[in-house]
């Protein structure tokens, strides 16, 4: 059954919230199914709480979020900014940035080039249930990320697939396979890179389908931290893996967003994929993202996620 067809389409609360955001914010969508700017907003820890809520609710409803000229944040105040959403959380195995508890950089010239599909850190049970992402260097050409609707993606797949994804559950490791995923990137710094990220393994079974706990609806958990489907042969996942990861990332169900220096863009990890797009060469970029710790996916079923090596999601 489709979201709306399971009775989870947005209840008219929601429906009001998301009225009082557009009402509240400048905000402009970007693209049909994911993705819109707001402008005239300065982010901050201290963003009053009007703001704030009409953030969260069309944070919601287009997944995907992107202010532009946030060149005040630095690295203590995009993570206050973060913890409006709640408490913010560490990656399990990268180091944060010196002098941050909880803040993740991806440097290009340290082997963090995150080209492919993925929603962060789905590896673990209870994974972040928000990313925001701030540019603090950017390539003269290139560097975009796009991001992917999960939810359309699952509301839009034909009847049999859908029936077919709700009884799918699916292994997430963070060992998987980053040469096939990094086609292009020096090989000792994929290496050395590879070593951090899978110091401690973690494997976790994940449905396929999880419902949504804010607003009911449900969305495919996919991307290249998927080793296999549960149940099926090699031959059988990897064919399937592939239809499904070709309905996510069909362009309609897809927002692209150039960057330029101070941007910040917020997602729902709980509703989306996202992939950064290396396509500039040896030009430097640099990203810092803050998370904020998740809840462990339920199946539609009501049966939760379950950790299969390394610990659950953690707070530190």
């Keep these: 059954m489709s979201n709306t067809q399971a009775g989870f389409a947005p209840s008219n609360a929601g429906a009001i919230a998301t009225h009082a955001a557009h009402e509240t914010l400048?905000?402009?969508?970007?693209?049909?199914r994911i993705g819109a700017e707001i402008r005239g907003v300065r982010l901050s820890g201290s963003i009053d709480a009007q703001t704030f809520d009409a953030i969260h609710a069309a944070l919601l409803k287009h997944k995907v979020l992107f202010f532009r000229g946030q060149q005040h944040l630095d690295d203590t105040e995009q993570e206050a900014f973060a913890r409006r959403f709640g408490e913010t959380v560490a990656h399990p195995t990268v180091p944060s940035v010196d002098g941050s508890r909880h803040l993740l950089e991806l440097d290009s010239q340290h082997g963090?080039?995150?080209?492919?599909?993925?929603?962060?850190?789905?590896f673990v049970d209870a994974y972040p249930k928000i990313s925001i992402l701030r540019?603090?260097?950017?390539?003269?050409?290139?560097?975009?990320?796009v991001w992917?609707?999960?939810?359309?993606?699952?509301?839009?797949?034909?009847?049999?697939?859908?029936?077919?994804?709700?009884?799918l559950w699916a292994l997430h490791?963070?060992?998987?396979?980053?040469?096939?995923?990094?086609?292009?990137?020096?090989?000792?710094?994929?290496?050395?890179?590879?070593?951090?990220?899978t110091s401690t393994v973690y494997e976790t079974e994940h449905p396929v389908v999880r419902v949504h706990p804010e607003t009911g609806e449900r969305s495919l958990v996919l991307g290249h931290f998927v080793q296999r489907l549960k149940g099926l042969s090699a031959g059988d996942s990897?064919?399937?893996?592939?239809?499904?990861?070709?309905?996510?990332?069909?362009?309609?169900?897809?927002?692209?967003?150039?960057?330029t220096q101070g941007d910040v863009a917020i997602w729902d990890n709980r509703a989306t994929q996202h992939?950064?797009?290396?396509?500039?060469?040896?030009?430097?970029?640099?990203?810092?993202?803050?998370t904020v710790?998740?809840?462990?996916?339920?199946?539609?079923?009501?049966?939760?996620?379950?950790?299969?090596?390394?610990?659950?999601?953690?707070?530190?």
């Design 148 to 167: 992917a609707n999960t939810a359309a993606a699952y509301e839009n797949l034909p009847e049999p697939l859908r029936r077919l994804a709700d009884t």
């Design 238 to 259: 990897t064919h399937l893996l592939q239809t499904f990861h070709d309905h996510v990332t069909r362009l309609e169900n897809t927002v692209r967003w150039n960057w």
């Design 135 to 145: 540019a603090v260097v950017i390539p003269p050409y290139g560097g975009d990320t």
């Design 275 to 290: 992939y950064a797009i290396n396509d500039y060469g040896d030009a430097h970029r640099v990203v810092r993202r803050a």
């Design 293 to 316: 710790h998740g809840d462990v996916p339920v199946s539609i079923d009501g049966r939760q996620s379950v950790v299969l090596r390394g610990a659950g999601a953690t707070l530190q």
């Design 26 to 32: 400048d905000l402009r969508r970007v693209a049909g």
């Design 173 to 197: 490791t963070n060992a998987y396979d980053y040469a096939s995923s990094h086609v292009n990137a020096d090989t000792e710094q994929l290496k050395r890179y590879r070593e951090v990220f």
């Design 112 to 122: 963090a080039r995150a080209n492919s599909w993925h929603t962060d850190v789905t």
